[in-house]
């Protein structure tokens, strides 16, 4: 049995606000890894201990950096992950396979579209 350790992670910029979708392997995760917005902001550190994964997300919603823990056998069955601020509830982040991630990005971005037109903004 073949096992894709390939997941993308798309991080909302607690800087510009813009989402970021960056490639992570979960088995060659061994350096602590630092990803930035195109913006330059720096969005999450991410590092493998043991069997889990460790996100430290700058929160858009919040302001604060937090921890999120994914055991590895759970990344590898289980297609998106959806991951909120612990103290808005405000989703920040979307961890899994390649098209889950990319999908839901792009939802997530037509509705704002439909939103602002909504209010009259666009």
Do not use: Q, W
């Amino acid at each position: 049995m073949v096992l894709d350790a390939s997941n993308k992670i798309a991080v909302k910029c607690a800087e510009c606000g813009e989402y970021n979708i960056i490639d992570v392997d979960i088995f060659n995760l061994k350096e602590t890894m630092e990803a930035k917005c195109k913006c330059g902001a720096s969005m999450f550190k991410a590092k493998r201990i043991k069997k889990e994964l460790v996100f430290d997300i700058n929160c858009v919603a919040c302001e604060n950096i937090h921890r999120f823990k994914f055991k590895l056998s759970d990344l590898m069955t289980k297609p998106l992950n959806i991951i909120t601020c612990p103290v808005s509830g405000m989703e920040i982040a979307f961890l899994g396979k390649d098209e889950n991630v990319k999908d839901i990005v792009e939802r997530y971005n037509n509705d704002m579209l439909e939103l602002l037109k909504a209010l009259g903004i666009m």
